[in-house]
């Protein structure tokens, strides 16, 4: 069974920085993909970045490049997400997700993660 739960959201003012962290259990496969997605009301979830854990590969959406580092701790076992220079429109649910290694193509798609946390609202102003 797997099991993520987000935590480190909060508030923030523009310019300032967040860190979220995902605590992944349960997941039977050596190498996956694991992402963080974002959703704000009355849109859909949008991908923010991912990584496969099989490898050194990283994605990232183009609003948050140069700004967002994706990382996997081993030892803590958890997916982080470092946000810097945060933009108003960066507040959004932020949500964490687990794939099979084919979810970490050229896109991004939420479809293709069936493991979902609860999420973590981030806010910006």
């Known amino acids: 069974h797997v099991q993520l739960v987000e935590s480190g959201g909060g508030s923030v003012q523009a310019g300032g920085s967040l860190r979220l962290s995902c605590a992944a259990s349960g997941y039977t496969y050596s190498s996956y993909c694991m992402g963080w997605f974002r959703r704000t009301p009355g849109k859909e979830r949008g991908g923010v970045a991912a990584?496969?854990?099989?490898?050194?590969?990283?994605w990232y959406s183009e609003s948050v490049k140069g700004r967002f580092t994706i990382s996997r701790d081993k030892l803590n076992g958890t997916l982080d997400l470092q946000m810097n220079s945060l933009k108003p429109e960066d507040s959004a649910m932020y949500y964490c997700a687990a794939g099979g290694a084919f979810a970490c193509g050229t896109e991004l798609l939420a479809s293709d993660f069936p493991y979902w946390g609860q999420g973590t609202q981030v806010t910006v102003s």
């Open positions: 990584l496969y854990t099989g490898g050194s590969n990283t």
